[in-house]
Every structure is written in structure tokens, then in C-alpha cells.
């Protein structure tokens, strides 16, 4: 069976403080992971997916196979970053998309 | 351009009264479709997807049920309602293979009393 778990419910720190959400999944095979991300008053939208490689709005995760874990990584958090994240996991096996539960990121100024 | 719509926003239904969601897809044909519903502390969870016309995968046995009349049309429906049916119900579309990025409408928000 494939599983997202994000053990943290709520993060909260400062604004330019580091940030770090963690994912961990269960899957067998080659998964496909993302994060998702729903801003406050706006649809849940695609951050980003380990497969691009890519850094957006200063957020990088890096897949590590050997903890199973996908963790998403900023250095210095913004209030604006302030959102709900989910983690989500695609194994072809299963051909769909699995969410974790999601954390709420608040950034004080 | 692609949008998906997606209704009513917001939705107060009695216990044991029928439900009938409604979500379309505007600018692609093809589409794969979901409905995921949101319930507080429980994150997203995937209740149907569908990969063509006529065609619907249950991911929860519960008393909701799905259909797909047309190619960008997916109706999330119920008979009677329970109280545990409460929540925030999304729609969203993807094309191509599986893995390829959800694009989500704004939600319904059901109540049922």
C-alpha cells in the first residue's frame, strides 16, 4: 500500500527563521512525490515535484530513497509562505495520487 | 485556457436527504478526474477518480457515489446523507499520465444537519 505521513499538524515560526516540513511515504516501487500547497482564499495548486529539480519561491525538496522521506526545505520563511502543505505521492503501481494529512506553515513577523 | 468549475461553494443538507455535486472541465478533452474530500484533520482524502466516460474507480465504500455522463462532466452523488458526509468536497483534472500535476477547483463546502 502506498502512504503519505506529515507528522506535524501546525509549524510555526519567525519570519527569515529556516523551515522545514517533513514527508515521509511508504511505496514499494519508484514513486513520484510532490507538494501541493492552498494559500489562504485560493485553490490547492502544485508547488512543486522532485522530478524537475527545481526551487520555487525559494523551496527545494530533495527525494531520499533511503529514508523514505521528501522534505520540504526553505531557508529563509516569508511571511507570504504562510499556508496549508501537502505532500503527495504517485506510485504507477496504483495509478493515483496520495495526500498526507497536511501542515499549516505560520510565519510571524 | 484550462478552468474547472466546480458548485454549489457551500451547501446545508438535512441527514437522509439526497446530494448531488457538480464539476466540469472547460479547455481539454480527455481528462482524468477526482473528487477528494477534505475533512479537518484528516487531510485529503481520494473518494473517486475517473480515467473516461463511463468509467469510475471507488476509493471509499461509503454510500457516496460518482459518474461521468460526459467527457468533462463528474457528478459526486448520494442517496441519504449521513452526518459524517460533512466536509470540504474538491473536484480536479489532470491529463496525460497519472503523475502529472492536479489542477483543483475551489471546493464545496457541505454541511449536513
Known amino acids: 500500500a502506498q502512504r503519505v505521513t506529515q507528522p506535524e499538524k501546525l509549524l510555526s515560526v519567525f519570519k527569515g527563521a529556516p523551515v522545514e516540513l517533513k514527508c515521509n511515504y511508504s511505496?514499494?516501487?519508484?514513486?513520484?512525490l510532490f507538494w501541493y500547497v492552498q494559500y489562504s482564499r485560493q485553490r490547492l495548486q502544485l508547488l512543486l515535484r522532485h522530478i524537475s529539480r527545481e526551487s520555487i519561491k525559494g523551496f527545494t525538496a530533495d527525494l531520499n530513497k533511503g529514508e523514505t522521506s521528501f522534505h520540504l526545505k526553505k531557508p529563509f520563511a516569508q511571511e507570504e509562505d504562510s499556508a496549508m502543505y501537502y505532500c503527495?505521492?504517485?506510485?504507477?503501481?496504483?495509478?493515483?495520487?496520495?495526500f498526507g494529512a497536511g501542515t499549516r506553515l505560520a510565519v510571524h513577523p | 485556457s484550462q478552468t474547472i468549475h466546480q458548485w454549489p461553494a457551500t451547501l446545508v443538507q438535512p441527514v437522509g436527504s439526497p446530494l448531488s455535486l457538480e464539476c466540469t472541465v472547460e479547455g481539454t478533452s480527455n481528462p482524468n478526474l477526482y473528487w477528494y474530500r477534505q475533512a479537518a484533520g484528516r487531510g485529503l482524502q481520494l473518494l473517486f477518480y475517473s480515467v473516461g466516460i463511463g468509467q469510475i474507480s471507488s476509493e471509499v465504500p461509503q454510500n457516496l457515489s460518482a459518474s461521468r455522463p460526459q467527457d468533462r462532466q463528474f457528478i459526486l452523488s448520494s442517496k441519504k446523507l449521513l452526518l459524517s458526509d460533512s466536509g470540504f468536497y474538491l473536484c480536479?483534472?489532470?491529463?496525460?499520465?497519472?503523475?502529472?500535476?492536479?489542477?483543483f477547483g475551489n471546493g464545496t463546502r457541505l454541511t449536513v444537519t
Open positions: 511505496y514499494s516501487g519508484s514513486p513520484e
Open positions: 480536479a483534472w489532470s491529463v496525460g499520465t497519472g503523475s502529472s500535476p492536479l489542477h
Open positions: 503527495a505521492l504517485f506510485g504507477r503501481g496504483y495509478n493515483k495520487l496520495i
